[in-house]
């Protein structure tokens, strides 16, 4: 995706996000301030983005992780234990999926297994 | 200084447990939580690649969902100090005059 889309994604992104708290703190934004604000978060992610590489890149990895992000967040008390918290009910998610998947694929298994044993039984009778 | 995001909590937080389930990740609002959530993944894992130096540097999955979130605080934090500022002026709507004096604070608080 080249620039120019991406830029406007991002702008109907924030415009979204804008007009949700738009509405409820029941204040309008100019068009000017949501593409100001678009412009600043655009610009924002090429800062995050190079100082997550650093950060991965002085650990001796290739692969970004959370503990990179939660480096970036070091700035604010209440905004690092805010990502902290939301890292773990990420993980938390995460791990409750995985777990409902694996139990789906080990029902079907069952499923697909009981026919046969059925089979088994009689023709042992 | 404290984010202004727990001052002024919006409705459509909700609590721990609920946010977790339903804001994963996802940049957009309502009631497309869930479908965004891949779409907000691969707008946000563009706009860091767009930025890396090394070809070879990759992004794990629950890193790519942090970052989705930040961005989002970021987005969100704008919006509210914003509105913060145009209400202790007495304005009905909020220009960029309020964003230029609430951005240098937001910055260095990210």
């Not at chain 1, 415009?15 to 708290?21: A, I, K, Q, Y």
């Not at chain 2, 709507?93 to 964003?99: C, D, K, T």
Request: one cysteine or more; charged letters at 30%; aromatic letters at 6%.
């Amino acid at each position: 995706m080249e620039n120019p889309r991406l830029k406007a994604a991002v702008h109907y992104t924030v415009g979204c996000l804008c007009e949700e708290v738009a509405s409820d703190k029941e204040m309008q934004f100019s068009k000017q301030t949501i593409a100001a604000i678009s412009e600043v978060t655009f610009q924002q992610c090429e800062n995050f983005a190079k100082d997550l590489e650093m950060f991965a890149r002085h650990a001796k990895r290739s692969t970004i992780n959370t503990e990179d992000v939660k480096l970036l967040a070091r700035r604010s008390n209440s905004l690092l234990k805010y990502i902290t918290e939301k890292n773990e009910d990420i993980a938390q998610f995460n791990l409750e999926r995985k777990a409902k998947k694996k139990k789906k694929l080990e029902d079907e298994n069952k499923n697909s297994v009981e026919p046969a044993e059925a089979g088994v039984v009689e023709s042992e009778n | 200084m404290t984010l202004v995001l727990h001052t002024f909590r919006p409705p459509w937080m909700g609590s721990r447990g609920r946010v977790a389930e339903g804001w994963v990740g996802s940049l957009v609002c309502g009631k497309r939580e869930r479908v965004c959530r891949n779409r907000a993944g691969e707008l946000v894992s563009k706009l860091l690649h767009l930025h890396f130096k090394d070809d070879k540097t990759k992004v794990s999955g629950d890193a790519l969902q942090l970052m989705a979130e930040l961005l989002k605080i970021f987005v969100v934090e704008a919006a509210i100090r914003s509105v913060r500022q145009a209400q202790a002026e007495d304005l009905a709507q909020v220009g960029v005059e309020q964003l230029e004096k609430v951005l240098p604070q937001l910055l260095l608080d990210f």
